[in-house]
């Protein structure tokens, strides 16, 4: 998980970076609610700059009107947009997709009746990752969500894990 450089509690990037390939670390998470941070450009400028460049993906739990912000100061970053929902996301996150070719979304929230299928169907199933919110949310809905949806197996096969690896193989670190 980031955090700000700014405070010392993180390695300067490059230094992180070194130590992610070291461990074999291809993605990485920011809770900025949680940790009381602001998820933009000013609090990672360098960061999320060689992130964009190696296509290292940022898992984001945060809110699609500051993840917005975020995707206009970095709109080479690759973001995942995780515990969207379980509500409609229309209106907040199709004209976000639409935008930002390297926003992604985890579908751990995506409850709502033809939500997967709708994405799947506007976007492709190339941008969902199957994800479940475990231990802060029992998984069995998102699996029955993802075993129900209407897109077909090798859609189904892409969210349910193939996308993940794509991604991660794309990371030149």
Same mark, same amino acid.
């Given at each position: 998980?980031?955090?700000? =450089?700014? $405070?010392?509690?993180?390695?300067?990037?490059?230094?992180?970076?070194?130590?992610?390939? !070291?461990?074999?670390?291809?993605?990485?998470?920011?809770?900025?609610? +949680?940790?009381?941070?602001?998820?933009?450009?000013? *609090? #990672?400028?360098?960061? #999320?700059?060689?992130?964009?460049?190696?296509?290292?993906?940022?898992?984001?739990? +945060?809110?699609? %009107?500051?993840? !917005?912000?975020?995707?206009?100061? $970095?709109?080479?970053?690759?973001? %995942?947009?995780?515990?969207?929902?379980?509500? *409609?996301?229309?209106?907040?996150?199709?004209?976000?997709?639409?935008? #930002?070719?390297?926003?992604?979304?985890?579908? *751990?929230?995506?409850? %709502?009746?033809?939500?997967?299928?709708?994405? $799947?169907?506007?976007?492709?199933? +190339?941008?969902?990752?199957?994800? =479940?919110?475990?231990?802060?949310? $029992? *998984?069995?809905?998102?699996?029955?969500?993802?075993?129900?949806?209407?897109?077909?197996? !090798?859609?189904?096969?892409?969210?349910?894990?193939?996308?993940?690896?794509?991604?991660? !193989?794309?990371?030149?670190?």
């Amino acid at each position: 998980a980031i955090l700000p =450089t700014a $405070c010392g509690e993180l390695p300067e990037p490059a230094r992180l970076l070194v130590a992610m390939k !070291k461990a074999g670390v291809r993605a990485l998470w920011a809770f900025p609610q +949680e940790h009381r941070y602001r998820l933009d450009g000013a *609090s #990672f400028p360098e960061l #999320f700059e060689r992130m964009a460049e190696l296509r290292i993906p940022l898992f984001a739990k +945060e809110n699609l %009107v500051r993840l !917005k912000e975020l995707l206009e100061d $970095c709109p080479d970053l690759i973001v %995942v947009a995780v515990n969207q929902g379980p509500h *409609s996301l229309n209106r907040h996150l199709w004209p976000l997709m639409d935008a #930002f070719p390297n926003l992604h979304v985890e579908t *751990s929230y995506l409850l %709502v009746e033809g939500v997967i299928e709708e994405m $799947c169907r506007r976007y492709g199933p +190339e941008r969902l990752l199957f994800g =479940t919110a475990f231990p802060d949310n $029992c *998984s069995g809905g998102a699996r029955l969500r993802l075993a129900r949806a209407d897109i077909g197996d !090798k859609a189904r096969q892409a969210v349910a894990g193939a996308n993940l690896r794509r991604l991660l !193989k794309e990371v030149a670190l």
